[in-house]
């Protein structure tokens, strides 16, 4: 890595949504099932985040994180409901501020990508946008569990239209959040609305892109009108193939479906709601697996489509692609680099990128465990690895 990337526009300031941010590096949601079984954010996760707002002054998005039980349970993920899940967060946010770091949470609905049997624990319904399981596993998963995936009614879609924007007025009056950033990636379920491998209806929400957009929007829209545009962001991943999604071996190309959406909301910036950004997963990446056959495709058209900020997500810290890093972020005044799997084992990420140094890697079996190994250890440069914390369990916030 050259120290080109210091003079880069990576190290310079921007506005996004309604924060100054003092670079581009952004840290990418991450998966992860460090909170409490009743799903509050915990003791391990403000020490998580705050060690890497630290002489950050850039943007944090939190992990995926449910509005409400209805949008999907895994054991020990986080939830923003409640008064308890929404003051915990809040510790984590007033931390992350003191530090001159700025914070968005990601706001998850799992549809088929649930767990049955955890769902079926809570007397929860099993629901996606048509009775179209993704894999066998699942399917199998269901019936054991006696909670079949069925589609969604068109009032419970309205209702979780409604809880979207509920959610959003939490995350931002309560827990002081600066941006809620739509999880419309990955085949949760935004995603598996807009594509028709797995979106079978004839009703107003499927057919055409259109209809099959429109649950997408709707949410976009709802959450624009409880805390304004500024304050809301979407990730997309046009070519992600994971959990049944088919990226380029779709039907209808990416393009087509992924610029229709770009499109309409340019329409919405145009008329004067323009998002704070739009995240993209980069074709190099699928999910929690990376995709060789990427170098092919030329993901430079979100840019021609959407002019507000972009975060671009993906690889671009492996040894392959960081070369390229510069020319990225340097190609125009609005694009944003997320990074996930290297700030979770670089704590000062930042600081080591902007002085060239070496980057400790990360290990990817401690990503999904239950408790601190794999999670607090990690320390900054020059610092032995830490795992005094190991075996303690995370405790509730608040």
């Not at 079949?148 to 309560?174: F, G, H, N, Q, W």
Request: with cysteine; charged share 25%.
């Amino acid at each position: 890595m050259s120290n080109n990337l210091a003079s880069s526009n990576l190290f310079k300031p921007v506005k996004v949504g309604p924060v100054e941010l003092k670079n581009r590096l952004v840290y990418a949601p991450t998966t992860r099932f460090r909170n409490t079984e009743d799903f509050v954010a915990t003791d391990s996760m403000l020490e998580y985040y705050t060690e890497r707002a630290t002489d950050n002054g850039g943007l944090l998005i939190v992990e995926a994180t449910f509005p409400a039980p209805e949008f999907g349970l895994y054991e020990r993920a986080p939830m923003i409901k409640t008064a308890q899940q929404v003051k915990a967060f809040k510790k984590i946010v007033d931390s992350v501020h003191s530090k001159g770091s700025a914070m968005a949470v990601q706001l998850w609905n799992l549809g088929r990508t649930a767990d049955p049997k955890v769902l079926k624990k809570h007397n929860l319904p099993f629901i996606a946008p048509s009775a179209v399981y993704f894999d066998e596993a699942s399917e199998k998963a269901a019936k054991e569990a006696d909670n079949e995936l069925r589609a969604m009614t068109i009032p419970e879609i309205k209702d979780m239209v409604a809880e979207y924007a509920a959610c959003a007025k939490r995350s931002i009056d309560e827990a002081g959040f600066d941006i809620i950033e739509i999880h419309g990636a990955h085949m949760y379920l935004l995603d598996q609305f807009l594509q028709a491998s797995s979106n079978k209806r004839t009703d107003e929400y499927g057919g055409s892109i259109e209809n099959r957009a429109r649950f997408m929007l709707e949410v976009v829209d709802a959450c624009i009108g409880a805390v304004g545009a500024e304050r809301v962001a979407i990730r997309l991943s046009p070519y992600a193939q994971f959990q049944g999604a088919l990226g380029n071996d779709s039907e209808i190309n990416p393009i087509v479906t992924w610029g229709y959406v770009l499109s309409e909301l340019e329409r919405r910036a145009k008329q004067g709601n323009r998002l704070a950004y739009i995240s993209v997963v980069e074709p190099r990446v699928s999910g929690i697996l990376d995709n060789p056959d990427a170098k092919s495709i030329n993901f430079k058209w979100p840019d021609l489509i959407w002019k507000g900020i972009i975060i671009r997500a993906g690889g671009f810290l492996d040894k392959a692609v960081i070369s390229k890093l510069p020319e990225v972020v340097n190609a125009n005044d609005h694009t944003l680099i997320a990074v996930g799997r290297y700030f979770t084992s670089n704590p000062d990420l930042v600081k080591r990128l902007k002085n060239n140094l070496e980057l400790t890697p990360y290990d990817r079996t401690t990503f999904y465990k239950v408790g601190n190994s794999g999670y607090l250890d990690y320390k900054g440069y020059g610092e032995p690895m830490d795992h005094s914390k190991d075996q303690v369990m995370p405790k509730a916030l608040a």
